[in-house]
């Protein structure tokens, strides 16, 4: 990975020229569990969380994804967002999965 520390290019009135300019109506559910001693956790406003940081904050630390398929940044020591190039992005309206024991 490369590291980086970056400001966001910014326009007249201060705003970041890169960022949407709110985020409303964002919810996300997911829920983890990938082995029978792990329990799931539910995270229904991760997405609007990072989305408010990036509106928020103009500092980030960044790192290059192996490859250059995208890139990581941490707003903070547990807000992460992930970016992928347009190349290797997997676009799907819905997935419905499930396990029942």
Request: proline letters at 4%; hydrophobic letters at 30%.
């Amino acid at each position: 990975m490369t590291k980086s520390f970056q400001h966001l290019p910014l326009d007249d009135n201060g705003k970041s020229s890169e960022r949407p300019e709110h985020c409303t109506n964002a919810s996300t559910h997911v829920t983890l569990g990938t082995r029978r001693d792990v329990t799931p956790v539910q995270a229904k406003y991760d997405v609007q969380t990072v989305v408010n940081y990036e509106l928020s904050s103009h500092v980030f630390e960044e790192h290059t994804l192996q490859g250059d398929i995208g890139t990581v940044r941490k707003y903070s020591d547990n807000i992460w967002a992930v970016y992928f190039n347009e190349d290797h992005v997997v676009k799907v309206p819905v997935i419905f999965s499930g396990y029942y024991d």
